[in-house]
């Protein structure tokens, strides 16, 4: 296993763990990163409220953070002695929230939150119309490999 999961926050009944674990898996497959170590932790809104605004001084609620930890000269072999190359941060309480709103599971819209999380440490990236575009793509793509029902209320431009 290549994704490493962890509860940083109460963790919602019925959620299933190791299907979120295998949709980072696949994200980083899709990205042509299969392999990598990552460490996916679900966290408070406050928790990643606090990490948006300590990284990247934006001090106001986000759903998801990427961090790359990996050197330009390290090697991809998922050795876990060597620690995670990335990790992701995942707001549970943001996930609920949307989930509510679009109606969907909150099992899925974690699986989301891991999936874009695992796609931007594959390069992907979601600032400018193109990028936003090929990130929702590969979004759908992982998503509709691993079942998950589609939530068609979310069009490419949706941020």
């Keep these: 296993m290549t994704i490493r999961l962890a509860w940083d926050t109460e963790t919602p009944p019925g ?3 190791e299907a979120l674990a295998a949709a980072g898996e696949a994200a980083l497959a899709h990205g042509g990163s299969a392999g990598r170590l990552v460490d996916v932790v679900l966290v408070s809104d406050a928790t990643l409220t606090e990490l948006h605004s300590r990284f990247l001084g934006d001090d106001t609620p986000t759903d998801v953070m990427a961090f790359d930890l990996q050197d330009e000269s390290d090697e991809v072999d998922g050795d876990e002695d060597d620690g995670p ?3 992701v941060y995942v707001s549970v309480g943001c996930a609920r929230r949307v989930a509510l709103e679009r109606g969907v599971t909150l099992q899925r ?4 939150y891991v999936v874009h ?6 390069g992907f ?5 193109d ?4 990130m929702r793509a590969a979004e759908v793509a992982v998503l509709d490999a691993l079942g998950y029902p589609r939530d068609e209320r979310v069009h490419e431009s949706d941020a």
């Design 15 to 17: 959620i299933d763990g």
């Design 85 to 87: 190359s990335a990790e």
């Design 109 to 112: 819209e974690l699986a989301l």
């Design 117 to 122: 999380g695992c796609l931007h440490l594959c």
């Design 125 to 129: 990236d979601d600032h400018e119309d």
């Design 131 to 134: 990028e936003r575009a090929r």
